[in-house]
Each structure stands twice: as C-alpha cells, then as structure tokens.
C-alpha cells in the first residue's frame, strides 16, 4: 500500500504532516502472509526499515542518510533500535488483530504502546510548510519510537478515534493482513478485492464446478 503522509522541513526541527490512521496497520503488515506456512518478511534490518520510513513519506532522504551513517558507526545501537522496532510492530498487530475479530487487546501489549507514545516526540505545535501545515517535532531518532513517530501516533489516534470499530483481518486465512474498511457498508472482508477477493471468488467457483 502506498503511504501519503507527507513530510517537508521548514525552520527549526521538522515538520510531518498528520498521519494517515492506517500507517500503523500498514507497518505491521510488513510481515506478510501471517497465516501461511513461511510469512513473508519484509523488513530484516535496521536498513530495510530506513528504506520503507522513507516509502512511507515521513522520513527524508537526508534524515536517512545520517542514520544509516550513525548505524555504520553504532551497529550495536542499530541493531537494538530495529529490535525494538519489531517488537513495537508486533504489539501493534496483535492490538488491532484483536480488536478486529471482537477480542481485547493484552495489556502488555498496550504498554509497550504507551512506552513508545510517551518516547515519541511531542505534537507541541503545527507550523506551516511548503506543503501545507504540519506537525513541528524535534526527534533525534535514537529510538525506535522517534524513528517511528508517525506510525505511533497513527496507533493512538486510530485506538482512541471514531474508526477503530472499522479496523479489520483479512478473511483469507493465509494473509489475515490488517486494514481499515472504508466500505459504505462497512461489511469489506478482503485486504484487496484484486488480490485475496479475486482468490477466494476463483477458489469459491472451482469448488462449485467439482460438485456439478
């Protein structure tokens, strides 16, 4: 899935545009296929998650460039910094996962959440950018949860907003990605119509056409 939150520097500190509220679930769906017998993983190091901070619009060349320079010169600190990414990833899939098919949420589960809003950065202020207005933020991103401010955030406002009731698993049991179902009717079952729809109708007909 494409990410459009939108960054841009102006003065001091940056400046990050509000997240989309599924950029949380489209991080944890970085582990593919969780319902498959090999899950495909797309995130497996500290590099791979620079690179999709940076397809996800909310890190900037430069900014990835200094920290894949400071992980060539701390690769210990790296190392620990996407751990913790991982493990924040999934939390956040087990939160919503949960959630989705009517059951709570773990609360060890929901205070590694809180640790990581309360390591965040602050939205202090908005501030206004090339691009429209934006969140100013000072993160150094030694953390995961600066590094990964926005898809936090995107976490809270999804767990505490009018749309939680709309997040939802995948029906196919081989993917059971996470998404928000921005149907009509809310009754959306598939992560993709083009992808797990298109399967499950072919599987449905292969199946009525044995028994004919």
């Not at 999709?52 to 920290?67: D, K, Q, S, T, V």
């Not at 773990?106 to 691009?131: F, H, I, K």
């Not at 429209?132 to 600066?146: H, M, S, V």
């Not at 598939?190 to 797990?196: H, I, L, P, Y």
């Amino acid at each position: 899935m494409k990410i459009v939150a939108a960054r841009t520097n102006s003065g001091s500190g940056d400046l990050i545009a509000a997240p989309r509220l599924a950029l949380c679930l489209d991080f944890a769906n970085t582990l593919a296929g969780r319902g498959s017998a090999v899950p495909l993983e797309a995130l497996h190091d500290f590099d791979d998650l620079i690179g999709w901070c940076l397809a996800a619009g909310f890190l900037p060349e430069e900014e990835a460039a200094r920290c894949r320079s400071r992980a060539r010169e701390n690769p210990d600190r790296a190392k620990s910094v996407f751990a913790n990414a991982i493990a924040l990833r999934e939390a956040i899939y087990r939160i919503f996962g949960r959630l989705a098919v009517g059951a709570e949420a773990e609360n060890e589960d929901l205070n590694r959440l809180n640790r990581a809003l309360t390591e965040a950065p602050v939205r202090g202020a908005v501030a206004r950018g090339c691009s429209g207005f934006g969140w100013r933020i000072d993160p150094d991103r030694e953390a995961a949860a600066e590094l990964l401010a926005p898809v936090v955030w995107s976490a809270g406002d999804l767990l505490a907003g009018k749309h939680l009731g709309r997040v939802r698993l995948c029906a196919n049991q081989k993917c059971l990605w996470l998404f928000l179902d921005d149907s009509l009717g809310g009754a959306r079952r598939w992560c993709s119509m083009q992808a797990c729809g298109n399967r499950a109708k072919t599987q449905r007909h292969y199946q009525r056409s044995k028994g004919e």
